[in-house]
Every structure is written in C-alpha cells, then in structure tokens.
C-alpha cells in the first residue's frame, strides 16, 4: 500500500504534467498562433510591414488617400446603418404594440361613461 507521502508526490508530479499541457494549448489555441496558422503568415508581421507603406502612399497622394478613406468609411457605415434601423424600426412597433392596448381600454372606458 502508497503511502501518504508518495501519493503526495504522486500528486504533484500529475499537476506539473496537466499544467504543463495546459500552457501547451494556451499557446497552441491563442487566436494569434490560429490566425497565423490559418494564413500560413504573422499578421501583426505584415502590418508592420505594410503600415510604413501605407503612410508614405498617404503622405504623397492625399488626395487618393482622401477619397478611398471616404470610400471605406461611406461602406462601413452602409453596413452599420442598416441593422441600426432594423433596430430602431423593432423598438418603434414594440413601443406601439406596448401602447395600443391601453388606448383600447381607454376608449373602451370612455364609452361606457
């Protein structure tokens, strides 16, 4: 029979083992290592890479710069306005819905007097 000592052991030496593993797949399922996995390259690689670029296009054709910045942001907000109004269209009929059976009762009331 183990005694209590080497079970203690025992113990501990399974914990250095899961934690081990555990920091495995922390760093083996972290969205950066995913990411890069997936693209076969670092993102934050090629952003360093690619903003200096993009910062000289910037600074020797502003005008350029100017309107494909208007563009991004003209689809951005096409694409944000839209579920906002479906939104705000949702809390508008539920407003109504919420209202309207109070009118009944009131006209209803108003009736009987």
């Not at 969205?31 to 890069?36: E, N």
């Amino acid at each position: 029979m183990a005694t209590s000592k080497e079970l203690e052991r025992k113990a501990e030496r399974v914990r250095e083992r899961l934690s081990d593993r555990l920091s495995d797949l922390r760093y083996h399922a972290s969205p950066a290592t995913v990411v890069t996995d997936l693209l076969g390259f670092n993102p934050r690689e090629l952003a360093d890479d690619l903003m200096p670029a993009l910062v000289k296009q910037a600074r020797t054709n502003p005008i350029a710069f100017g309107l494909i910045a208007a563009g991004v942001g003209w689809l951005v907000f096409s694409e944000v306005r839209e579920p906002i109004a479906k939104l705000t269209h949702r809390a508008a009929l539920k407003r109504r819905t919420r209202s309207a059976p109070s009118r009944k009762r009131r006209s209803a009331k108003s009736a009987k007097s």
